[in-house]
């Protein structure tokens, strides 16, 4: 998802406070506004990506390695995560860390 799709996605948001329920995700997962042009994919009480206005995002898996948590993540922001022997790997090998992502997925800050 990009900073447009959420834009317009959450424009028919009908309670801003508790966002967007996203589609097939059930209550868990909100899109919410965080009130400085970006918004959240909310899962639980855990922002797990962060879509930026300027077209990066943050990744955090707040702690989790669940299935459910990488889901989210690989879902709704550029990143393409997945689990060897218990350990979470970006695409290309390394170890995943939290942390800020461009658009293509590299990331530019660990956390």
């Known amino acids: 998802m990009n900073h447009k799709q959420a834009t317009e996605l959450f424009a028919t948001c009908r309670d801003k406070y508790a966002g967007k329920p996203l589609p097939g995700r059930r209550n868990s997962t909100r899109l919410?506004?965080?009130g400085n042009g970006d918004y959240a994919v909310r899962y639980h009480n855990t922002n797990v990506v962060t879509i930026h206005a300027d077209?990066?995002?943050t990744?955090?898996?707040?702690?989790?390695?669940?299935?459910?948590?990488k889901e989210r993540i690989n879902l709704y922001s550029p990143v393409n995560i997945y689990r060897k022997d218990f350990e979470w790997y970006f695409a290309d090998g390394k170890p995943y860390v939290n942390g800020r992502v461009d658009a293509s997925g590299r990331v530019?800050?660990?956390a």
Do not use: H, P, Q, V
């Open 108 to 110: 530019r800050k660990a």
């Open 55 to 57: 077209g990066t995002y």
């Open 59 to 69: 990744i955090d898996n707040g702690g989790f390695r669940t299935n459910s948590t």
């Open 32 to 34: 919410i506004e965080l």
